[in-house]
């Protein structure tokens, strides 16, 4: 008596995927079939943007950059841009103050007044 790895059953016919009449081309289509299904679904929009209307003036021509003083626009940056300003202000203040103390530190070494 033999070991099988697949199960019988009573008329002779494997158990499983195979009783319902499928075969391996069938299954191997169904599964290409199905990966190209959601590879294009899952992709963008497969739409081809409009044509775009040919630049009025010659692509070296820049445009001119706007005023220092107009409005800028809000960006999700700008508190991050705030903090790094501010931080450069405070860096400033601590250079400064290093300095001074610096410059005092070595006017007493040499015995002179402090600044």
């Given at each position: 008596?033999?070991?099988?790895?697949?199960?019988?059953?009573?008329?002779?016919?494997?158990?499983?995927?195979?009783?319902?009449?499928?075969?391996?081309?069938?299954?191997?289509?169904?599964?290409?079939?199905?990966?190209?299904?959601?590879?294009?679904?899952?992709?963008?929009?497969?739409?081809?943007?409009?044509?775009?209307?040919?630049?009025a003036?010659?692509?070296?021509?820049?445009?001119?950059?706007p005023?220092?003083?107009?409005?800028?626009?809000?960006?999700?940056?700008?508190?991050?841009?705030?903090?790094?300003?501010?931080?450069?202000?405070?860096?400033?203040?601590?250079?400064?103050?290093?300095?001074r103390?610096?410059?005092?530190?070595?006017?007493?070494?040499?015995?002179?007044?402090?600044?």
């Amino acid at each position: 008596m033999r070991a099988d790895c697949t199960l019988k059953a009573p008329q002779g016919r494997p158990v499983g995927l195979f009783t319902m009449g499928y075969s391996m081309g069938m299954l191997k289509s169904w599964r290409v079939s199905t990966a190209l299904l959601l590879l294009a679904g899952c992709s963008g929009n497969s739409q081809s943007p409009p044509a775009a209307a040919p630049p009025a003036s010659p692509p070296s021509a820049t445009a001119p950059p706007p005023p220092a003083d107009a409005p800028r626009d809000r960006t999700v940056f700008d508190p991050l841009t705030q903090q790094l300003d501010r931080a450069k202000g405070v860096q400033g203040t601590v250079d400064e103050a290093a300095s001074r103390q610096r410059e005092a530190v070595d006017a007493q070494e040499r015995g002179n007044a402090p600044p």
